[in-house]
C-alpha cells in the first residue's frame, strides 16, 4: 500500500541552525500540508500546498518557515534559523484532492538545543 | 474555547470490552477524520466522514451533522488498540483542526 515517507526520522540542532524536513507523498497526490505537534499538546496546522503554491498558512508559519517542492517529488519544510520552541514532531500529510482523506507520513521530531 | 473536543480524555478498559470515545465541535465542516496515533508518534487515518457511519473491522465510526457529534466505538477491544485516538474536522478549508485526543489503555 503507497506511504507517506519522510525523512529524517529524528532531527537534533543548534538554535539559529537551519533545518529542512523532507516529505515523499503518495504518488498522484496534488496536496500537501504540514502540521506540528509540540510535546504533550494537541496536533496544529502549519501550512496547506496546492500546484506549487501555499494555499493556506497559519500563525505559526510565520517568515522562518517556507516550504517548496523543489523537484516535484520531495515536499519539503525549511526553518532557516530554528528557536528552542519549535522542537516539536513536524507531520507531512498528503491528499489526492482538496477535501479527500489526508494520509500521514510518520513524522519528523525536532529537537533545538 | 477549543473548536473540538474530545471525551474522554483517557480510558482504560479490559480486553473485550466495547470501547465509545466522543467528539464534539462547534464549527461547520465538511468532514471529520478519526486518527490513531501510537506512542512512537505516527498518526494512522482511521476514517474520514461526512454523515452517517462507516465501519472497519472493530471500529465503527458516526457522526450526526445537526448535532456536530461524531463517536468512535471499538467492539472486542484488545490490547493492540491502545493507543491515542484523535479527531479533527475539515472546516471551510481543507486544513484539519484536531482534538487533543483520547488516550485508550486496554488490559489484558
Known amino acids: 500500500e503507497p506511504e507517506v515517507t519522510q525523512t529524517p526520522s529524528h532531527q537534533v540542532t543548534q538554535m539559529g541552525q537551519e533545518v529542512i524536513l523532507r516529505c515523499v507523498p503518495i504518488s498522484n497526490h496534488l496536496y500537501f500540508y504540514w502540521y506540528r505537534q509540540i510535546l504533550g499538546q494537541k496536533v496544529e496546522f502549519l501550512v496547506s500546498f496546492y500546484n506549487n503554491e501555499i494555499s493556506e498558512k497559519s500563525e505559526i508559519f510565520d517568515d522562518q518557515f517556507s516550504v517548496e517542492r523543489p523537484d516535484g517529488s520531495n515536499f519539503t519544510l525549511k526553518i532557516r534559523s530554528t528557536k528552542l520552541e519549535d522542537s516539536a514532531m513536524y507531520f507531512c500529510a498528503t491528499a489526492q484532492g482538496r477535501n479527500n482523506e489526508q494520509f500521514f507520513g510518520p513524522g519528523t521530531r525536532l529537537t533545538v538545543l | 474555547k477549543n473548536e473540538v473536543e474530545q471525551s474522554p480524555q483517557n480510558l482504560t478498559a479490559q480486553e473485550g470490552e466495547f470501547i465509545t470515545i466522543n467528539c464534539s465541535y462547534s464549527v461547520g465542516i465538511s468532514a471529520l477524520h478519526w486518527l490513531q496515533q501510537h506512542p512512537g508518534g505516527g498518526i494512522v487515518s482511521l476514517f474520514m466522514?461526512?454523515?452517517g457511519k462507516k465501519k472497519h473491522g472493530r471500529l465503527i465510526a458516526t457522526i450526526n451533522i445537526q448535532e456536530k457529534h461524531s463517536s468512535l466505538h471499538i467492539t472486542a477491544s484488545h490490547p493492540r488498540d491502545s493507543a491515542v485516538y484523535i479527531c479533527?474536522?475539515?472546516?471551510?478549508?481543507?486544513?484539519?483542526?484536531f482534538g487533543t485526543g483520547t488516550r485508550l489503555q486496554v488490559f489484558p
Open positions: 479533527a474536522v475539515m472546516a471551510n478549508t481543507d486544513k484539519l483542526i
Open positions: 466522514l461526512s454523515s
